[in-house]
């Protein structure tokens, strides 16, 4: 009986053990399946139309390996993330922030970053304490690409113990380790950081430090990791997915090379990338997709909706094949993703920041204060992106490493930086390009180091025919919930309105000829309001020297010509205010807004000798007056056009000098046209007036577009010349005779800044019609008299 009961026992122990492994193993009825993924940037968005078809099908997935793009693809997918939330989240506008490898401008926080320049390249050194010094290494910024991986992904990693077999779907992403010239297989770890180091380009994005090794671009020695797919699972089918039909060239590309050579992303993969052919380790039993993507470029991650249905519809075509060596099988991934804590943004989740070890503890304390302060006991998951935004606002901060790691004792995450402390040396070249008389170069060099506090020290020059200026200024930025930031800066203006030619058009008339020379000692306090909005006091010292000279050959169409002499004009301006800019470009704004109000007080001393038909003027005296300034300016844009307006209101007691040409210059102005900044008239010119503009434009492509703008001017206090004698000015309230001018431009943007090619038309007499070509940027160093 006791054998019986033994024997019993032991055969439905064996039969429950052989139910059990029969419901933990992969059903009999079909075959293990890998999917292959292969890197080539943007191209890689193509493979979510994979997944989306695959899906569709009931295609099973047990194993995925990938590189670069196909790793980060990939490693999403393994995670948890369907094809449906991955299409979300390509076609979002944060994913475009996050592959610009720059905070858009309307993105970046008002009070952290530096003002718009029209600066063409960027150059970052690193200085040690030796004065050792170190140049970036990679073209693109990773700071935002690198916070939105981790907070996708960080549960995923905290869930599976860092082991990429207990993913969702076991995974493996291949990096390269170009100092011992082999593929490294990344198995375990965080999965955010090692599907970074699997898409880091070199010279494009820096490399990550995973087990105290740099890792680039897995593209370098394994684009397409069947091999490791076969090693790593060895599934019996595979299902390979390569970015581009072209399989290299077996000969030189006859025919194509100038068109390859245009394309420095071509000769970068070409020089760098696995040389082998894609269908080297697939068998008769497996299936290779080749995607139809060798036309787009690699770091263009605009054109989702092409690349996804190409994605869609040559799997499509595959799906046959597929089904029949696989055979479908639906399966359930709904279990896991609802055992994910889908964090809310706004919850307050993140309990702690960790700053790298090599800052001093100055330093921390002023990284801690910007992302958690130490009164608060947790912070949401978008209060650490929008202040994480503000240290990357800055150039200081702009190659910050962050990620998410989940504590053990507490189950929530902690916020870690890696960051290298030195001081860093900024350099920006650029100006721009025009047919008329503001070409000009433009050099900036400025240091940032940061204790308790950062700080900056820089230099601007600005050299051109009409226009030439130099500022040397110095900051401290205080950080606090709502930082505060002094500056303090001298600022040199000239313009030299005697060289204002146009080479395409006739010359531009100047009645009156004049050479502007202004010096300014400016200090302000900037409080940080919000994400785009501060609020200043300014306090500048004045001095301007403003010559005239005598010109017989133009026709006295607009005021006095008959003039020489100095006008100098010392004064404390005194001013307070609120701005609140949120437009996406400083020259030709498609989407945005911008507010300002100010007011300014002026004391100032007049010194002028100026000679009027053999008559000399000399003035001696006080110029005090009040200005109050409100503009507003906002852009609605649509899929394939939009419009904008802009209205600018100013009341000011500007008095009389003395004389009309003096009077002139002080007087509050308005410049509707881009080249309306290079001509000295009394048009657009009032003590007080109301101004405005209506914007149309058209988009032709991602990057050229038409635009159309009408400018309206009405001034109350117009300046006038006396009826007997020219240079005694006349302040006349009851003259609100209105300007007008009206703008055509064709505008392409480049990497660098647009082109622009414009005609346009002003009520001015001195102007009317013009067209001119520019290149680059047309902004300027502030004028704290003037703006």
């Given amino acids: 009986m006791k054998i019986y009961l033994t024997l019993t026992t032991i055969l439905l122990s064996l039969l429950f053990s052989a139910n059990l492994n029969a419901q933990t193993e992969l059903p009999q009825k079909r075959k293990s399946v890998g999917v292959v993924f292969s890197g080539g940037g943007a191209k890689g968005i193509a493979l979510v139309g994979v997944l989306k078809v695959l899906e569709e099908n009931g295609i099973p997935i047990d194993y995925i390996t990938g590189t670069s793009m196909g790793a980060i693809i990939g490693g999403f997918y393994a995670a948890g993330y369907n094809a449906h939330e991955l299409d979300s989240i390509i076609r979002s506008e944060d994913f475009q922030i996050w592959t610009s ?74 990096a390269s380790n170009v100092f011992s010239k082999k593929q490294v297989i990344l198995k375990e770890g965080d999965l955010a950081q090692s599907i970074r180091a699997s898409m880091a380009v070199p010279l494009v994005y820096r490399p990550v430090k995973i087990d105290n090794r ?47 050579i245009k394309n420095s992303m071509n000769v970068i993969t070409f020089l760098m990338s696995d040389k082998s052919k894609p269908t080297k380790y697939l068998k008769e039993k497996d299936i290779y997709i080749p995607l139809p993507v060798d036309d787009y470029f690699q770091l263009d991650f605009s054109p989702v909706d092409s690349l996804i249905k190409i994605g869609t519809e040559q799997t499509e075509s595959y799906i ?79 190659d910050i490493n962050p990620y998410f790691i989940t504590d053990i004792s507490t189950g929530l995450p902690k916020f870690y930086l890696d960051f290298n402390p030195e001081s860093k040396l900024n350099l920006n070249l650029g100006g721009n390009v025009a047919t008329f008389a503001n070409s000009q170069v433009y ?53 030299d309105y005697t060289r204002t030619d146009n080479l395409l058009t006739s010359n531009i008339s100047q009645s009156t000829l004049v050479e502007r020379s202004e010096n300014f000692i400016n200090a302000s306090i900037d409080k940080e309001l919000e994400k785009r909005d501060i609020l200043y006091f300014r306090v500048s010292s004045y001095n301007a020297k403003n010559t005239f000279f005598r010109d017989n ?64 003027i000399d003035t001696d005296a006080s110029r005090n007056w009040f200005q109050v300034k409100g503009r507003a300016e906002k852009y609605y844009e649509k899929v394939k056009w939009g419009w904008g307006f802009s209205a600018e209101a100013l009341f000011s007691t500007v008095p009389e000098f003395g004389t009309y040409s003096a009077t002139l210059l002080h007087t509050p102005v308005y410049y509707p046209l881009k080249n309306s900044f290079f001509n000295f008239s009394k048009a657009f010119r009032a003590s007080s007036y109301l101004a405005g503009s209506l914007t149309l434009y058209y988009k032709l492509s991602k990057t ?70 520019n290149f680059g940027y047309l902004l300027y160093n502030p004028n704290r008299f003037e703006d």
């Fill in 320 to 398: 046959d094949e597929i089904l029949e060596k696989v055979g479908p099988l639906p399966e359930d991934r709904s279990r896991y993703r609802e055992s994910l804590v889908d964090y809310d943004h706004d919850k307050e989740i993140v309990q702690k920041v960790v700053t790298d070890l090599r800052m001093t503890k100055r330093q921390q304390r002023f990284v801690r204060r910007i992302i958690k302060d130490k009164n608060e006991d947790l912070i949401s998951l978008q209060q650490t992106n929008d202040r994480y935004n503000k240290l990357i606002s800055t150039t200081y901060f702009k």
């Fill in 443 to 495: 050099f900036d060099i400025n240091m940032d180091f940061l204790s308790q506090n950062l700080y900056n020290l820089g230099l601007n020059l600005f050299a051109g025919i009409f226009y030439k200026s130099s500022k040397f200024e110095g900051s401290a930025l205080f950080p606090d919930k709502k930082s505060l930031k002094l500056t303090l800066d001298f600022t040199h203006i000239e313009r």
């Fill in 214 to 260: 740099y890792l680039f671009d897995g593209l370098v020695y394994n684009n397409f990791p069947v091999s490791v797919m076969i090693d790593e699972f060895n599934p019996d089918v595979i299902i390979g997915v390569n970015l581009g039909t072209e399989e290299g060239f077996e000969g030189y590309p006859e025919g194509q090379d100038e068109e390859l």
């Fill in 704 to 773: 050229t577009q038409l635009r159309a703008s009408v400018h309206s001017f009405t001034g109350w206090g117009r300046v006038e010349e006396d009826g007997e004698f020219s240079e005694i000015p006349i302040i006349e309230y009851n003259n609100n005779n209105s300007d007008t001018a009206i703008d055509f431009s064709f505008v392409a943007q480049t990497p660098v800044g647009p082109l622009s090619l414009s005609t346009n038309y002003s009520s001015d007499p001195q102007m009317e019609w013009s067209f001119y070509i």
């Fill in 101 to 174: 490898g720059d905070l858009p401008l309307q993105e970046r926080n008002l009070f952290w970053s530096k003002p718009p320049s029209p600066g063409w390249v960027d150059l970052q050194v690193s200085l040690d304490s030796s004065l050792q010094t170190t140049f970036q290494r990679s073209f693109l910024s990773d700071a935002s690409l690198n916070f939105a991986l981790s907070s996708f992904l960080f549960e995923a990693s905290d869930k599976s113990n860092y082991n990429f077999d207990s993913l969702p779907i076991p995974f493996r992403c291949v």
């Fill in 553 to 616: 050959t133009q026709p006295s169409e607009n005021f006095a010509l008959d003039i020489s002499g100095n006008v100098r004009y010392n004064a404390g301006l005194f001013a307070v205010g609120y701005l609140y800019d949120k437009l996406n470009d400083p020259n030709y704004p498609t989407n945005g807004a911008k507010y300002l109000a100010e007011g300014k007080l002026i004391i100032g001393h007049e010194d002028s000798k100026v000679t009027d038909d053999s008559v000399q």
